[in-house]
């Protein structure tokens, strides 16, 4: 019975962790709270940055191929 009550609640446990995802964000837009909005932007510019990197080799790869 255990088991069964935690996957009924699996989609309310993941709805109240996109609201408290939502309610960060909107505190560091709203109070301007530095240390949030930082860390979010790293983690957004290191994906950014292995996304280029990635696209980039695979021009690199496909050129040296033909």
């Given at each position: ?25 909107s ?8 240390n ?5 932007g ?15 080799n ?8 033909d």
């Open positions: 019975m255990f088991r069964k009550n935690i996957s009924d609640m699996k989609p309310t446990l993941f709805f109240l962790s996109f609201i408290l995802l939502l309610s960060n964000i505190a560091a837009t709203i109070f301007n709270c530095d949030i909005y930082s860390i979010s790293r983690i957004i510019q290191s994906k950014i940055r292995i996304d280029t990197t990635d696209i980039s695979n021009k690199i790869g496909k050129q040296s191929a």
